[in-house]
């Protein structure tokens, strides 16, 4: 009899049982895909945010890469009359202040674990070029002003409605020794180099490579600080930078 009311039971309701597995399954399948849409969403902010945090470094980094390779021209057509002053005038920035010209790179790491200089590390307005004759490390007021520099500069940008380009550090503290080794492979480089000091740096102007008009602002601010006599410049045409003593 009860198997007989059963029988009738699941033939009256065929379909109940395979329903509510359905639903089961499409609750199941809406929960995975909540949690995915979570975890992509979750994802997407992350990359978004490391990409505020590093894009604008290392996409210059690869524009200036790819310009190279593509060999696209810049021209710094009146450097030579905007920053001429040379090795001599560079001396006058070190009359008061400077540091002792040390024998290896080594001993100039010591001098930033004493606090005497400070590591230069990328920012939002440059990055640093990897140093084969020199320390990323200078003086705590010529770093400082690479930050003026950058301001400067990106003012300069806003100004004339352009992207701003982070520039590019080529070389900053160098020792004796890494002078002398720097003398093998480039004749512009000198014994006395102001570079021993810790106020010098060079900025690469041909990795503005392709980009003309960043170019003439970020020249355009650097000739006002030079101006303001807050540094002394020289072109250097042969090495396709813009050799920087902070005065
Ligand atoms: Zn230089």
Avoid: W
């Avoid at 059963?6 to 895909?33: A, D, T, V």
């Avoid at 021993?196 to 000739?223: E, N, P, R, V, W």
């Avoid at 396709?240 to 005065?247: A, D, P, Q």
């Amino acid at each position: 009899m009860m198997r007989a009311i059963s029988f009738l039971y699941e033939c009256s309701h065929p379909k109940m049982i395979p329903k509510q597995n359905q639903i089961n399954q499409s609750m199941s399948n809406s929960l995975i895909k909540k949690t995915l849409l979570y975890c992509s969403s979750f994802f997407l902010v992350f990359i978004a945010v490391l990409a505020i945090e590093l894009l604008p470094v290392q996409f210059a980094k690869a524009t200036a890469l790819y310009n190279r390779v593509m060999k696209r021209d810049v021209r710094c057509s009146n450097c030579s009359q905007l920053f001429p002053d040379g090795t001599s005038t560079h001396e006058l920035a070190y009359r008061g202040e400077g540091i002792l010209p040390k024998q290896t790179l080594t001993a100039l790491r010591k001098l930033e674990r004493t606090g005497k200089l400070v590591r230069v590390q990328d920012k939002d307005y440059y990055y640093t070029a990897t140093m084969n004759y020199s320390a990323p490390l200078l003086l705590p007021k010529a770093a400082g002003f690479l930050d003026l520099l950058g301001q400067r500069y990106a003012q300069k940008c806003a100004d004339r409605s352009l992207s701003y380009v982070p520039f590019k550090i080529t070389s900053m503290t160098r020792s004796i020794e890494s002078v002398q080794a720097l003398q093998q492979e480039n004749k512009v480089a000198i014994k006395r180099s102001p570079h021993l000091k810790g106020k010098t740096m060079d900025i690469s102007y041909t990795a503005f490579s392709g980009q003309q008009a960043q170019l003439h602002a970020f020249i355009s601010a650097l000739s006002e600080l030079r101006q303001e006599k807050k540094c002394f410049v020289k072109y250097e045409e042969s090495t396709g930078c813009l050799h920087i003593t902070v005065r």
